[in-house]
């Protein structure tokens, strides 16, 4: 390449605003597609939910949880069962102290969930135990306080099922007898991107039977 020729196409590169527009325009039309791809369901869920709103934290059991909490306590107290609910609403924090038994802290393993998968960190979750007569809190299963001949613990568990909750019990990789959830279809990746079931009771309830009707 000599230098006149490469002084030329300088020349040509320089004088050529019409590359410029060409450019331009295909920028416009990636940032446009951008917009419209993030705002798709699918795409959605692989962004972080913080880049498109603000997500408050959770504090507290969801409101339809606590609803169908209180009516699993005086459903089962019909039955002459008495329940301890012993965990609901757990921050991250207190999740990690969780992760930490049996691990870098002494005791056993009582949990496979760090801070944020675990569904008690969004409020979605609930731990049960059986309150015998003299107060004591009861985690055997056996245990037949109402002398119907069957379980009390199983008896809880299948008015929990009733009323929309899923037992971890039924879990088969790591089965936790006490728990009971309502995941709304939200998967923990789905929660710690954003997602949240909604608040309104009624809306919840639909969510929940929808969910329900998947699994
Ligand atoms: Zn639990």
């Not at 993030?38 to 609803?67: F, G, I, Q």
């Not at 930490?100 to 135990?129: C, E, M, W």
């Not at 006490?178 to 309104?200: A, K, V």
């Amino acid at each position: 390449m000599n230098l006149e020729s490469s002084g030329a196409s300088l020349a040509r590169r320089r004088a050529s605003p019409s590359r410029w527009r060409g450019r331009l325009l295909l920028a416009a039309c990636i940032a446009a597609a951008l917009i419209v791809a993030a705002n798709l369901p699918a795409v959605k869920l692989l962004l972080p939910a913080e880049l498109w709103r603000k997500v408050p934290p959770v504090v507290s059991l969801h409101p339809l949880v606590a609803v169908k909490m209180k009516t699993l306590k005086a459903e089962a107290a019909a039955k002459g069962i008495r329940i301890a609910i012993t965990d609901g609403f757990r921050s991250e924090t207190e999740q990690d102290a969780l992760y930490r038994k049996g691990r870098s802290a002494p005791g056993a393993i009582v949990t496979n969930a760090k801070g944020g998968q675990s569904y008690h960190n969004y409020g979605l979750a609930i731990d049960f135990a059986i309150r015998a007569k003299n107060g004591d809190v009861l985690w055997d299963m056996a245990y037949d306080g109402n002398r119907n001949g069957k379980s009390d613990w199983m008896e809880v568990v299948g008015i929990a099922k009733r009323l929309g909750f899923a037992w971890g019990g039924d879990w088969e990789s790591f089965p936790d007898y006490p728990h009971l959830q309502m995941d709304f279809g939200l998967s923990i990746p789905e929660l710690q991107r954003g997602h949240r079931p909604p608040e309104d009771l009624r809306l919840a309830e639909e969510r929940a039977q929808q969910a329900g009707g998947k699994a």
